[in-house]
């Protein structure tokens, strides 16, 4: 039974948590109008790393190969949001596959690697993210470059160029600490057994003795030179880390044809919390004092206070909300924003007393 038939049928009759309720005991991923998946598969992928495929409901509005999705589940009883980037391009089975890397003491990454099974229902939020495709672009040479789980979204890429033309001209670097933390080896050789033009090039920084396929050492102008030196002719992407995205933006981005990157992980930040202010939390009704210049959502969750959140860097919105009143000042940029509206609360702090509708 789909749930549009059922939808149309109950309209005027019942609540949305009502028809979830209901629907939900016929089959977990129906619902009014949440978008959930439920996993269909579990693979483990690397040393600490599995993929999961999912399939999602109708709500689900997909994504273009390069963005990323929220995904929230429940970890000791609170429901909790991180972003995860799609490795397969979307298609009309309503099938994705998300590569989780385990994060030392990580909430989420720890449940989506462990606890996860097939048949347990995950929920999605709409896809973000500007590193997509241009049109055309699987006519010219590319260069991607990875960091650890930054390859999720370059893979996303790559499959999408080769199913475009699968003889597009592609050479993926992909950095890892040891040979088992190296993502997709199996698949890689499927792949570059009937794509003659895409080359992977794994780099391994801690292993101790390197195979005849495998390059050791930190990204580095050298290094690049020696295995693209045709970078000036290749679109460039790369994703990981921040520190390791800066590095490779200050060698690539003067000298590729056109370069973009993303992180999964934010800056370094100066801390300059000070005095106490006063923030007023409309919904809950409460008061709590914190430093101003310190993000908000570090500071409310200090407080006992729990925001939805998901990337913490500013990117994916789960953490917005309306201010009515008050300062509040870009973490990052330092922009001060002085009038009421929508705020991120993982990148802004507050400056003066603020109100906000949490
Ligand atoms: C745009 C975007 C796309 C992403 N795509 C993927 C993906 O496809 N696959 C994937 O495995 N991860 C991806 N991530 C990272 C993911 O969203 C989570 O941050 C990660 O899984 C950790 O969540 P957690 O709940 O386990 O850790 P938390 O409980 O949030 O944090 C635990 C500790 O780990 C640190 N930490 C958080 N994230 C990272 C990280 N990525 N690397 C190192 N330390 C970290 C925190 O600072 C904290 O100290 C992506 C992040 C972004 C912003």
Redesign the pocket.
């Known amino acids: 039974m789909s749930d549009g038939v059922l939808h149309k049928a109950m309209a005027p009759l019942v609540a949305p948590p009502v028809f979830d309720f209901w629907v939900q005991k016929i089959n977990r991923t129906l619902s009014w109008e949440r978008p959930l998946a439920r996993v269909v598969g579990r693979e483990v992928t690397a040393r600490g ?1 599995v993929t999961l495929t999912l399939k999602a409901n109708r709500h689900f509005r997909g994504y273009a190969a390069g963005q ?1 999705v929220p995904v929230s589940v429940e ?1 000791d009883g609170v429901r ?1 949001t ?6 397969t391009p979307w298609q009309g089975d309503r099938r994705l596959a ?15 690697v462990h606890a996860l099974s097939v048949g347990d229902v995950v929920e999605l939020g709409p896809a ?2 500007d590193m997509v495709l241009p049109d055309g672009g699987a006519s010219r040479p590319w260069l991607l470059v990875a960091g ?3 390859i ?2 370059l893979m996303c890429l790559a499959r999408a160029l080769l199913a475009e033309n699968p003889s597009a001209d592609i050479t993926l670097m992909m950095w890892a600490r040891e040979r088992a933390d190296l993502c997709f080896s199996g698949t890689f050789a499927d792949l570059r057994a009937r794509h003659p033009n895409l080359r992977v090039l794994p780099v391994l920084t801690r292993e101790s003795r390197c195979l005849p396929n495998e390059l050791s050492g930190r990204p580095g102008a050298e290094l690049f030179a020696a295995q693209v030196p045709d970078i000036a002719t290749r679109a460039v992407r790369a ?1 990981g ?1 921040w520190g390791f995205v800066e590095t490779v933006s200050s060698l690539l981005a003067p000298i590729a044809a056109d370069f973009d990157s ?4 934010p800056p370094p930040r100066a801390t300059q919390a000070g005095e106490a202010v006063t923030v007023t939390l409309l919904r809950s009704e409460r008061q709590v004092q914190v430093p101003a210049g310190a993000p908000l959502l570090e500071s409310l969750e200090e407080q006992g206070v729990q925001p939805a959140y ?4 500013g ?2 919105n789960t953490c917005v909300c309306d201010k009515r009143a008050g300062t509040t000042e870009h973490v990052y940029n330092s922009e001060q924003h002085a009038e009421a509206g929508p705020v991120r609360l993982c990148v802004n702090a507050a400056r003066s007393d603020i109100t906000l509708d949490l």
């Open positions: 790393t990323h970890v909790l991180r972003t995860y980037s799609p490795v998300i590569t989780v890397r385990e994060v030392d003491g990580g909430k989420v990454s720890a449940a989506l973000f993210g650890g789980s930054g999720t979204p994703c880390p993303e992180c999964f992980t998901g990337c913490r860097m990117v994916c």
